[in-house]
């Protein structure tokens, strides 16, 4: 829709109306967009009025679509564009667990993009308080796709916390970069080696370790922070960017030293080691945190 006071595009999302005479489900449709609103993240969709006499919610128009939508065909994102979505989710996530909430239904439907690309979480409607009895639901809300092991089968003495959706991140990051993920009965068995060998090498080199800690079946072993795997994809992001820029050179002086033929030994010699150092940088293991 057009917002013809403020001369933009918004989104209308509507209760729907078999809903509307149940006082419950209406009031939990405006504590969604009111809990969105309050966060005022940039990494969230952004929240711009109510209309309860309407039943509907005016908000942000994303015009880049969702997550779904990129990876429908099942072909995979880049690996330096799945590292940029998965850093903006944790960052995002590590400021809403901050506010003591958890999502508890991260999925590439509810990761959207704006016009420049950023991408931003959606769909507050199963987020919870930390601190909320209904954790201990045996009939957790989410999607079982992206769900994490203790919400399917509780833990004894283990009240689920913020690390269900680390696992859901761990999930995604996969997905962005495989462009698929195993079918249902394999991915019950949670093995992160199987959803690890799915990656392309560079990519397993990378991100082998931070996604065992975020796939980790036992929710003590993966961190305690969004922010802490946020920081390991900069930093592999970073490194990316690093080889990159190292290609681009080594290209640009190839370039150079065969325009007037085949370069002399020496410059052949040089650019022979060079692109060695290049192949065993980017072969070698990559270090990553021991603990969180």
Do not use: C, W
């Not at 065909?73 to 995002?92: K, M, W």
């Not at 992160?192 to 080199?205: F, G």
């Not at 085949?262 to 650019?271: G, R, S």
Request: glycine share 4%; charged share 30%; hydrophobic share 45%.
């Amino acid at each position: 829709a057009r917002d013809a006071r403020l001369h933009r595009d918004v989104a209308i999302k509507f209760l729907h109306p078999h809903l509307t005479q149940d006082s419950r489900r209406v009031d939990a449709f405006f504590d969604e967009a009111r809990l969105v609103a309050r966060l005022a993240l940039p990494g969230v969709v952004r929240i711009y009025d109510l209309a309860p006499d309407d039943r509907v919610i005016i908000m942000e128009y994303l015009t880049r679509g969702t997550l779904r939508d990129r990876l429908a065909s099942g072909r995979p994102l880049s690996l330096q564009a799945a590292l940029r979505v998965a850093h903006a989710l944790l960052t995002t996530l590590g400021r809403i667990h901050d506010a003591g909430l958890i999502h508890r239904d991260l999925k590439p439907e509810n990761i959207l993009f704006r016009s420049d690309n950023s991408a931003v979480l959606g769909d507050f409607g199963t987020a919870i308080l930390e601190d909320d009895d209904r954790l201990l639901e045996t009939r957790p809300a989410g999607t079982v796709a992206y769900m994490a092991p203790e919400l399917k089968r509780p833990l004894p003495d283990h009240t689920p916390d913020r690390r269900v959706d680390l696992y859901s991140v761990g999930l995604v990051l996969v997905e962005m970069i495989a462009g698929v993920l195993p079918p249902a009965p394999a991915m019950a068995v949670h093995d992160p080696d199987l959803l690890i060998s799915l990656l392309p090498s560079r990519a397993r080199q990378l991100l082998d370790r931070p996604l065992r800690h975020l796939l980790a079946e036992d929710p003590a072993q993966r961190p305690s922070s969004a922010l802490l795997i946020a920081d390991d994809l900069a930093r592999a992001r970073q490194l990316l960017d690093q080889e990159a820029e190292d290609r681009r050179l080594l290209d640009d002086f190839q370039r150079l030293a065969h325009l007037d033929g085949d370069p002399d030994p020496a410059t052949a010699a040089y650019l022979e080691m060079v692109t060695r150092e290049l192949t065993r940088v980017e072969d070698a293991p990559q270090p990553g945190p021991e603990q969180f």
